[in-house]
């Protein structure tokens, strides 16, 4: 059984930057995918950020240039590289695992594995 476990949320200002992380434990299909989503108040949970098990990544517009998803050597570990942070991005924070591809945007319905979620505020 997969178990996705994520940093503790913080607050940080606008401007700032902050880095998160999830800690996969159990087996899975070596060619799986991961990703971050983030549902704020009143919209939908969606991807912001994925890596293929290639090492390929893919982000929403929004977050280009600012957020870089990544895995450790051992791959036992994602995570989120937030930087210039703005109000907008706060949400609550999810990581996600499948073995099909997932796409930086998605809604992740099918996906099978997730994390409980962390909060993330951005203050102005």
């Known amino acids: 059984q997969v178990q996705l476990v994520e940093s503790e949320g913080v607050s940080v200002q606008a401007g700032g930057s902050l880095r998160l992380s999830c800690a996969r434990s159990?087996?899975?299909?070596?060619?799986?995918?991961m990703g971050w989503f983030r549902q704020a108040p009143g919209k939908e949970r969606a991807c912001v950020a994925e890596?293929?098990?290639?090492?390929?990544?893919d982000y929403i517009e929004s977050v280009k240039g600012r957020f870089t998803i990544y895995k450790d050597g051992a791959k036992s570990t994602l995570y989120l590289q937030m930087d210039n942070m703005k109000v907008e991005d706060t949400a609550m924070y999810y990581c996600?695992?499948?073995?099909?591809?997932?796409?930086?945007?998605?809604?992740?319905?099918?996906?099978?594995?997730w994390g409980r979620g962390t909060q993330v505020t951005v203050s102005s």
């Open positions: 890596i293929q098990s290639d090492g390929t990544t």
């Open positions: 159990g087996s899975i299909y070596a060619g799986y995918s």
């Open positions: 996600a695992a499948d073995i099909v591809s997932i796409r930086a945007g998605s809604f992740g319905l099918s996906i099978p594995y």
